[in-house]
């Protein structure tokens, strides 16, 4: 059986990839070893980036008909509510100045619905590794369904088989994992209205994150440490519920509800991980395979999309599918994007950091950097658009010096008087 594409994984960074590929008249083929895709907690905020590429393909009509819910604002808050850091998103140039907060399962239905007839997906296959031909390019790959093993050639094989991805060990390319000091608890709570913003509360204790999901539910993150709930029976979980609501006022709306879903908890390990080469002869990673970052910053899903939308982009300008110009364009496809995902990274680990660090210096350090950005707009507006990925610009050093306070931003305060705070809504 053979392919122009094979396809490994039908999460985000798959289905963009059959999305992107199909749409140059390519026969795709997208494995998945789940039946169905299964209900977790990731994936929920598209950042203005992830919704242009979404419009692009036709993906918008269906998010919205989900009813996926546009926030324009994040805002970093400290446990009385109190606004520490705002980000308005209306400020970003262009057209899209929204995030759009939907599920994961969501995500992927409206990915599906883009998908072009030369796009077929098989469901409850393992892909098991890599073939390679003598001169050690991918070739295809081996398979078992239903039991049975089976070797599908293709042109190219995109390798979206996510964070643990078998592909790309047996590709032979590295991926360097590291965990995060802490765990996160994720709460899906029902028959509740937040405001319609990203809020991210700074605790004592670390990050309490609340946005809004559709159907008048909203998604509750708590930072733990990894052992902090271990043993723990009911009794003891009910009085860690409310310590945890102690520690944060601003969250008292939603204590009920909380108590009551208490036993729905998710537990979710953080880590972040990078390939330090993105493709080989035959093979491209995309996704999670090639490169996750901690999750409060929501970039996941941005560097997803623009893989597959990078990747479409240099195999269409390599001119063709025979394997030269597809060797061609992932040659191409790991020097564009390395650059952006690196960027990626580095702002989501400062991110992660300003917010989750609780141990005293690390903490007194991110406080202080939110303060001198919160007051400097122009860090402000290039803070936004890295998040947003629509206007990314990195920091440079000499930004770094006035976000710790140890020089000052006269740029920052030429012209008319720029607002420092976005109002205070709370949650
Ligand atoms: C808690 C959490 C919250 C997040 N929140 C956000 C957010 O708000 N915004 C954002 O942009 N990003 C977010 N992310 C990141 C985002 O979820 C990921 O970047 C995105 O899901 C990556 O998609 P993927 O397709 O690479 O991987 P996955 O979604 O993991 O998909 C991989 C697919 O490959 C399949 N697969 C794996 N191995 C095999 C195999 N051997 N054979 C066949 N199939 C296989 C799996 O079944 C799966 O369907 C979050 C992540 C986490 C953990």
Not at 160 to 186: N, T
Not at 349 to 369: D, E
Request: glycine share 12%.
């Amino acid at each position: 059986m053979s392919y122009d594409v094979v396809v490994c994984g039908a999460g985000v960074g798959g289905l963009a990839s059959a999305r992107a590929l199909g749409a140059l008249g390519l026969t795709v083929l997208v494995l998945d070893r789940q039946k169905a895709p299964a209900e977790v907690a990731k994936g929920e905020l598209l950042q203005p980036e992830s919704v242009r590429i979404l419009d692009d393909w036709g993906a918008l009509p269906a998010l919205r008909t989900g009813g996926a819910v546009p926030v324009d604002r994040l805002a970093i808050r400290d446990p009385g509510g109190r606004v520490l850091l705002g980000l308005d998103y209306r400020a970003l140039p262009g057209a899209y100045r929204e995030i759009l907060c939907t599920g994961y399962s969501n995500v992927l239905h409206a990915l599906a619905g883009t998908l072009g007839k030369t796009v077929e997906v098989r469901r409850g296959v393992l892909v098991e590794k890599a073939v390679r031909d003598p001169t050690g390019r991918v070739t295809g790959v081996r398979v078992i369904d239903g039991g049975r093993p089976e070797e599908i050639c293709a042109r190219l094989v995109v390798a979206a088989d996510g964070l643990s991805s078998r592909l790309r060990r047996s590709a032979g390319l590295p991926g360097v994992r590291r965990d995060y000091d802490h765990r996160l608890l994720a709460f899906d709570l029902p028959g509740v209205r937040v405001a319609d913003e990203v809020s991210a509360y700074r605790a004592e204790h670390g990050l309490r994150l609340v946005y809004p999901l559709p159907g008048d539910r909203c998604r509750l993150y708590v930072q733990i440490r990894p052992e902090e709930l271990r043993g723990l029976g009911a009794d003891a979980l009910d009085a860690w519920c409310d310590r945890t609501l102690a520690g944060v006022p601003a969250l008292e709306p939603l204590a009920e509800v909380l108590r009551a879903h208490l036993r729905g908890r998710q537990i979710l390990a953080v880590y972040r991980l990078r390939a330090p080469r993105l493709s080989t002869p035959g093979l491209a990673l995309v996704g999670e395979a090639a490169h996750a970052v901690h999750p409060m910053a929501a970039q996941g899903m941005n560097s997803s999309l623009g893989d597959a939308e990078t990747l479409a982009r240099l195999l269409e300008s390599a001119g063709g599918g025979e394997p030269a110009a597809v060797d061609r364009a992932l040659a191409g496809y790991h020097a564009d994007r390395l650059r952006r995902l690196d960027h990626t990274a580095t702002v989501s680990h400062n991110a992660a950091r300003m917010l989750t660090s609780t141990a005293g210096p690390a903490r007194l350090l991110g406080g202080r950097m939110m303060r001198h950005t919160a007051a400097n707009p122009r860090l402000l507006r290039l803070t936004t658009g890295n998040l947003a990925g629509v206007d990314p610009h990195r920091l440079t050093p000499v930004d770094r010096l006035y976000q710790l306070g140890l020089l000052r931003d006269r740029r920052a305060y030429v012209g008319p008087e720029q607002p420092t705070t976005n109002g205070g809504r709370t949650a």
